[in-house]
């Protein structure tokens, strides 16, 4: 079965449209719907169907190149890397090596099958431990976390709203906010009328 991200993008609205309309079961069934096979008809990326645990190729941004300290820094939840470019603008002015990823199924990292932190974990290691600096943001910080576990990972942790826990109760309302923002994922002019706050390019980036 293959289904393209537009597809899935339909699929998720429909399933929560329903939701709001009062469908006790939808979010429900949009948690329990899985596609074996996502392609990117943006990109022409398809889906790598992967172990849990197994590290696939995911790309990076660096700045820095000539700095003597590695800083490593890690989106959240439906963002990219390049999401960092003011931060890791100036940690590279402070003579950082700075390393970002696309965290699979983020940006232009390749979807898979499984989303769980070992199939995170797995990819943060190839990238690499002994980072002078780590900064994680939402989802980024609940993985950095459980990296530091290693005292190998890095020698400094930086969180940034990072998730821990998520009470039952609040679980379908937390999954409906992150879905909503599926309508606007391809209309950064969209995106920035509904968080004014944000520079231009972080709505483009989005």
């Known amino acids: 079965m293959e289904l393209d991200l537009d597809q899935a993008r339909r699929r998720a609205k429909e399933l929560l449209r ?31 169907m992967t172990d849990y645990d197994r590290a696939v190729a995911v790309p990076t941004l660096t700045w820095g190149a000539r700095g003597r300290q590695r800083a490593l820094l890690l989106h959240g939840l439906s963002s990219s890397a390049g999401t960092w470019w003011r931060i890791a603008d100036g940690l590279a002015g402070a003579g950082y090596n700075v390393t970002a990823p696309d965290l699979r199924g983020h940006g232009n990292a390749p979807q898979t099958v499984s989303y769980r932190p070992s ?31 290693d005292p190998g990972f890095t020698r400094r942790l930086v969180l940034l709203d990072p998730i821990f826990m998520v009470p039952e109760d609040r679980f379908d309302g937390l999954l409906a906010d992150q879905l909503s923002e599926l309508d606007d994922a391809d209309d950064p002019a969209a995106l920035a009328a509904a968080n004014p706050a944000w520079h231009p390019e972080d709505a483009a980036l989005k």
Not at 130 to 136: E, K, P
């Open 119 to 149: 199939g995170y974990a797995a990819e943060l290691w190839a990238l690499g431990g002994g980072w002078d600096l780590v900064v994680g943001h939402s989802l980024g910080g609940t993985l950095a976390t459980l990296m530091a576990a």
């Open 18 to 48: 329903a939701a709001r309309a009062g469908d006790p079961d939808a979010l429900a069934r949009l948690r329990d719907d899985r596609a074996p096979r996502l392609a990117d008809a943006r990109g022409g990326r398809s889906a790598v």
